[in-house]
């Protein structure tokens, strides 16, 4: 599990949430976020969209099954990139 901080100022918008999306789709294990102790699916951008992401959010991402070395590490670049 990795901790993340949302540093765009206008939060996760669709571009990031599509490429997160891609990415973690492409993985056969389940790929979670936390935020507030609500679990939403990281395979689904409707569920992305719908934790309202804002600039200074905390989450985390928990990535489980075969394969998930380093997949937390490049979904948490994902989510802090600055994408305006």
Request: proline letters at 1%; glycine letters at 8%.
């Given at each position: 599990?990795v901790?993340v901080?949302i540093?765009?100022r206008?939060?996760?918008?669709?571009r990031?949430?599509s490429?997160?999306?891609d990415?973690a789709?492409?993985f056969?294990?389940t790929?979670?976020l936390i935020?507030?102790e609500k679990?939403?699916?990281g395979k689904?951008?409707?569920?992305i969209?719908?934790?309202?992401?804002r600039?200074n959010?905390?989450?985390?991402?928990?990535?489980e099954?075969?394969?998930?070395?380093g997949?937390?590490?490049?979904?948490?670049?994902?989510?802090?990139a600055?994408?305006d």
């Amino acid at each position: 599990m990795v901790h993340v901080t949302i540093k765009n100022r206008s939060g996760i918008h669709a571009r990031p949430a599509s490429i997160f999306v891609d990415l973690a789709s492409k993985f056969a294990g389940t790929v979670t976020l936390i935020k507030n102790e609500k679990r939403y699916n990281g395979k689904s951008i409707m569920s992305i969209m719908s934790m309202a992401l804002r600039e200074n959010d905390t989450l985390e991402i928990l990535v489980e099954g075969e394969g998930a070395e380093g997949l937390e590490e490049k979904l948490k670049a994902i989510l802090e990139a600055v994408h305006d």
